[in-house]
C-alpha cells in the first residue's frame, strides 16, 4: 500500500488550499483515512479522518468548520480541504491509513500503519 500525499505550499493568512492524498494498494471502502500534522518542534496531533465504511467524517476541535475532509473513490484519493487559515496551521502534512482502527482509536495515530511522505504547508503573510 502506498500514500502519496500533495498540495502543500505558501498561503496568506485567511487563504485556502486543498491537500490530496492518493492511495494505491487498496480500496477506500476498507480503508479509514486520516490527515496529521507536525509542527517544527511539537508533536504529530490529528487533524481530520474518514472512516472506512459510509460517510463518517471526525476532526480535532481546531480545525472543525474550517476543514473538510473528502474522498473520491473513482480516483481512490481522499482530500483535504482548508479555509481561513491561520499561523498555526503551518506544519506538514501527512496521510495515513489503517484497517484496523475503530471509533474509540481512529484519532490515535499509533493505529495507522500506512504513512505517506508528508506535505508542507505554510501559512503566512
Known amino acids: 500500500v502506498q500514500l502519496q500525499a500533495s498540495g502543500g505550499g505558501l498561503v496568506q493568512p485567511g487563504g485556502s488550499l486543498r491537500l490530496s492524498c492518493e492511495v494505491s494498494?487498496?480500496?477506500?471502502?476498507?480503508?479509514?483515512i486520516a490527515w496529521f500534522r507536525q509542527a517544527l518542534g511539537k508533536e504529530r496531533e490529528f487533524v481530520a479522518g474518514f472512516f472506512r465504511s459510509g460517510s463518517n467524517t471526525f476532526y480535532a476541535d481546531s480545525v472543525k468548520g474550517r476543514f473538510t475532509i473528502s474522498r473520491e473513490n473513482a480516483k481512490n484519493t481522499v482530500y483535504l480541504r482548508m479555509n481561513s487559515l491561520k499561523s498555526e496551521d503551518t506544519a506538514v502534512y501527512y496521510c495515513?491509513?489503517?484497517?484496523?482502527?475503530?471509533?474509540?482509536?481512529?484519532?490515535?495515530?499509533?493505529?495507522?500503519?500506512?504513512w505517506g511522505q508528508g506535505t508542507l504547508v505554510t501559512v503566512s503573510s
Open positions: 494498494g487498496r480500496t477506500l471502502s476498507s480503508y479509514t
Open positions: 495515513a491509513g489503517s484497517t484496523r482502527v475503530i471509533m474509540t482509536t481512529r484519532r490515535n495515530q499509533l493505529y495507522y500503519d500506512d
